[in-house]
Nanobody, 120 residues
Framework: QVRLVESGGGLVQAGGSLRLSCLTS????????MGWYRQAPGNQRELVAT???????NYADSVKGRFTISKGNAENSVYLQMNSLKPEDTAVYYC??????????????WGQGTQVTVSS
């Protein structure tokens, strides 16, 4: 079993910054890629940013130049630095991990979500 725990959400004024963290725990697995998704009320969950085990990154057009995804030194964590936040960034942010579990193949895991609210 792989568990993801997010932290770092909160309330911030437009133009401000927040840093989200996601830590994975469990055993007998390797991480293929991790990422952040978000879901605003009434909307579908959408990709924000992803990073592969090789360090390749991908961003939604709406956050390019403002958000930065990075891996932790321990390789079992991922961070999302969010700068120049806008009210439209308000959403629940979810951490995602695509992992290979020894003996079980590739699995997809989600965190519980952390609320980010940007006031105008």
């Amino acid at each position: 079993q792989v568990r993801l725990v997010e932290s770092g959400g909160g309330l911030v004024q437009a133009g401000g910054s927040l840093r989200l963290s996601c830590l994975t725990s469990g055993s007998r697995f390797s991480i293929n890629a991790m990422g952040w998704y978000r879901q605003a009320p009434g909307n579908q969950r959408e990709l924000v940013a992803t990073i592969t085990s090789a360090g390749n990154t991908n961003y939604a057009d709406s956050v390019k130049g403002r958000f930065t995804i990075s891996k932790g030194n321990a390789e079992n964590s991922v961070y999302l630095q969010m700068n120049s936040l806008k009210p439209e960034d308000t959403a629940v942010y979810y951490c995602n991990a695509v992992v290979t579990v020894l003996g079980f193949g590739v699995r997809n895991y989600w965190g519980q979500g952390t609320q980010v609210t940007v006031s105008s």
